[in-house]
């Protein structure tokens, strides 16, 4: 009996000795690792591409297991909120295991979707620049148990492709019996043109439609517009007073604005 209470005592101190000697190299093993990919930078250079009114912003990544334990649910998330907080897109990129010794090399992707952004009626986003917040975070466990976390938080610039866009001061040409109506916008989008058609609907005060018309854009991204619209429409149709309704019709997107002036409540 004392025998067996001496062996039962025994594999106890044995068994917490191969705990702490766990603990110990794990927790080792931990900080080796981290130190070893997040002592740098471990994203490689972005790359950014755009199609069918998609922007993706590609970035690589590696990981290297340089520890003594298998890493596991390695999970790399990204949250893209814009100047209103306003979540505009998120991404994962899972891992499920890295073994010990080995290295993972992967690409994690965001991307950004126009016709995401005229679905949720962020149109908005198309007519003002500014910058979009981004929230990185990472997590992954060591020897299949022990988690470890980390988020960053940056920012990236957003270049609208309708940036500042206005009418100016509409004229009225009652000699030629048309208005003239200045339009200007700067296409801050650094990944395409705005090539396409404006369709537009003119009502008068009584919210009577006076005339309709297309004009067609081509404006290089980076460049600015500056040009009047002149519609030939009888002025005194109008009164000095109405609205116009515009139809965007893009290559990559489409929607709609509406400008008034005068006193019109239509």
């Not at 900080?31 to 490689?44: D, E, H, L, T």
């Not at 591409?49 to 690589?60: D, K």
């Not at 270049?159 to 100016?168: D, E, K, R, T």
């Amino acid at each position: 009996m004392r025998q067996a209470i001496r062996a039962l005592g025994w594999a106890t101190k044995i068994f917490w000795i191969v705990i702490a000697v766990f603990m110990i190299t794990c927790l080792y093993s931990a900080i080796y690792v981290i130190q070893a990919n997040m002592g740098g930078n471990p994203f490689g250079e972005p790359a950014v591409s755009f199609s069918n009114g998609t922007a993706t912003m590609s970035l690589p990544f590696a990981f290297n297991n340089t520890g003594f334990y298998d890493i596991s649910d390695l999970n790399i998330t990204t949250c893209i909120a814009d100047y209103n907080r306003t979540l505009i897109s998120a991404a994962t990129t899972f891992v499920p295991l890295i073994p010990h010794g080995n290295n993972v090399e992967e690409t994690h992707n965001i991307s950004i979707s126009l016709d995401n952004i005229v679905s949720r009626n962020l149109t908005y986003l198309f007519f003002n620049s500014g910058n979009f917040s981004i929230e990185i975070f990472a997590g992954l466990k060591f020897a299949h148990i022990f988690p470890f976390q980390i988020s960053i938080n940056t920012t990236m610039p957003w270049g609208a492709p309708l940036n500042n866009f206005s009418i100016g001061e509409i004229s009225f040409d009652y000699t030629n019996r048309k208005i003239v109506i200045p339009l200007s916008f700067n296409n801050d989008s650094p990944y395409f043109d705005v090539s396409g058609n404006i369709h537009f609907d003119i009502y008068n005060y009584e919210n009577e439609l006076v005339d309709s018309g297309t004009i067609t854009l081509d404006v290089k991204s980076g460049a600015s517009y500056e040009g009047p619209l002149e519609l030939p429409v009888d002025p005194l149709m109008l009164e000095e007073r109405g609205r116009i309704h515009f139809f965007f019709e893009t290559s990559i997107f489409g929607f709609e604005k509406e400008i008034k002036w005068g006193d019109s409540s239509g």
